[in-house]
């Protein structure tokens, strides 16, 4: 089988890792600091994330990027503002058989750059996008879970595909690898959207429309960009923009509920924070960029990033909800 690696043991890498692990000899986790690896590898948990859930013996950690040199398929689940210097440091690992697969659902600002395009940059258009409806703490327990996968080499999203499988955790090829990294996107904007109005304690029906009209705009904004409007009724897009917006998991989410609660934010200390400001600047550019007017961007934009009082934000939405 072949080997793999895995660059990041936070949440989502490490619970990648569990189950990829089920399917190869060995995994190689990467991460920066060498004692969280050397406690992986003494102990088989990784105690900052999941100090309760053993890790399968096959996982071993390691800070040393030359311990990749020999995998066939890396997967990315890092920060996107630290996705730019990784692809870097990899130039001496990977070859031209080399899938490196991005699990990261951001935007390089201001750019405009997916991640997908950023890992074309370097090294071509035969990487893999992995997105869908996922919490890292569902997968870590091996709970029933679903997601799609895209790419335009078919080859390599076929193995990605067989090293990812279980019983499990299902995947789903599409084709459009630009839909799916903005269907990621913008299930970010959404969950803020709906977590700003459950912050201000907005009715129900008025969230669920500000929902719909939410996916509503996703095609919008999806097609606008190359993207097919089918793949935002998949996994990656409606599935993960209802549970990003709905569910008290989602950090996303709960950024919004605390900015409808118009409670004051550690921004320098929050990479949630900084991540989502990118992400709505960047989106807010792409509308502008292709002339598409989006009430729910707009809402978004007003409130984190303009500071506009909530109420008032919504105030505006609402009359341009239609």
């Not at 096959?58 to 630290?82: E, M, Q």
Request: proline fraction near 2%.
């Amino acid at each position: 089988m072949v080997n793999v690696g895995v660059i990041g043991a936070g949440s989502l890498g490490t619970a990648l890792a569990q189950v990829v692990a089920q399917n190869v000899d060995e995994v190689n986790l990467l991460l920066r600091r060498q004692s969280l690896a050397d406690s992986i590898n003494d102990t088989g948990f990784n105690t900052e994330y999941y100090p309760n859930t053993r890790l399968m013996e096959n996982i071993r950690a390691t800070t040393d990027y030359d311990d990749l040199k020999d995998c066939r398929v890396i997967f990315l689940a890092i920060p996107s503002s630290a996705f730019r210097q990784t692809l870097d440091n990899l130039k001496s690992i990977v070859s031209d058989r080399t899938v490196l697969v991005t699990a990261v659902k951001g935007i390089e600002y201001p750019s405009l750059n997916t991640m997908g395009k950023l890992i074309h940059e370097y090294y071509g258009d035969g990487y893999v996008a992995l997105s869908g409806p996922n919490f890292a703490s569902e997968i870590i327990l091996n709970l029933p879970t679903v997601s799609n996968i895209a790419s335009k080499n078919r080859k390599n999203a076929e193995l990605v595909c067989k090293v990812l499988s279980t019983d499990q955790f299902k995947i789903r090829v599409i084709d459009d690898v630009g839909g799916l990294e903005i269907c990621g996107i913008m299930k970010n904007i959404n969950a803020i959207a709906n977590g700003i109005c459950e912050g201000m304690n907005v009715n129900e029906n008025a969230r669920y429309g500000v929902l719909t009209k939410g996916f509503n705009e996703t095609v919008k904004i999806v097609e606008s960009v190359g993207g097919c409007k089918s793949t935002a009724n998949e996994y990656c897009g409606f599935g993960d923009l209802v549970l990003t917006s709905t569910s008290f998991e989602s950090r996303n989410h709960t950024l919004g509920m605390l900015y409808g609660q118009r409670l004051i934010i550690d921004e320098k200390g929050s990479g949630v924070v900084f991540e989502g400001k990118n992400s709505i600047m960047a989106i807010k550019d792409i509308c502008v960029k292709n002339n598409i007017e989006s009430v729910i961007v707009n809402f978004v934009y007003d409130v984190i990033i303009k500071k506009i009082p909530p109420k008032l934000a919504f105030r505006d939405l609402w009359q341009k909800i239609e």
